[in-house]
């Protein structure tokens, strides 16, 4: 599908570490715990955002990730676990919003 604030293509692939989803330009590895036939469109372009963020910062470094996507409460912090990252902060924003604060791993 497009992504809904990038307009640009998401795509499902199949990769040697197993399913990610890409728009191009960036490839995110699905967490362990998510199947692929389960991926909504605004959680595979949540995880691309949060992987390109995540590109850009210094071991260290935290990235605050703002979203309203009720399945990726469960799917950016098993990404962030997956990939060597520590959650520091979950809250809940509000009726459907979320913030969760990622510190990068090394």
């Known amino acids: 599908g497009e992504h809904p ?12 570490y197993g399913p990610y989803v ?8 699905l967490p362990k715990t998510l199947a692929p036939d ?16 995540m590109e850009q910062l210094q071991s260290g470094d935290q990235l605050v990730i703002d979203f309203d996507c009720t399945q990726a409460t469960e799917s950016i912090p098993q990404w962030a676990a997956d990939a060597g990252h520590d959650v520091v902060a979950f809250d809940r924003t509000g009726e459907a919003g979320w913030t969760i604060t990622v510190r990068k791993g090394a």
Do not use: F, H, P, Y
């Open 22 to 29: 890409t728009d191009g330009t960036t490839n995110a590895t």
């Open 5 to 16: 604030r990038t307009g640009a293509a998401l795509k499902l692939m199949e990769g040697r």
């Open 38 to 53: 389960d991926l909504t469109l605004e959680e595979a372009a949540q995880l691309v955002d949060a992987r390109a963020a």
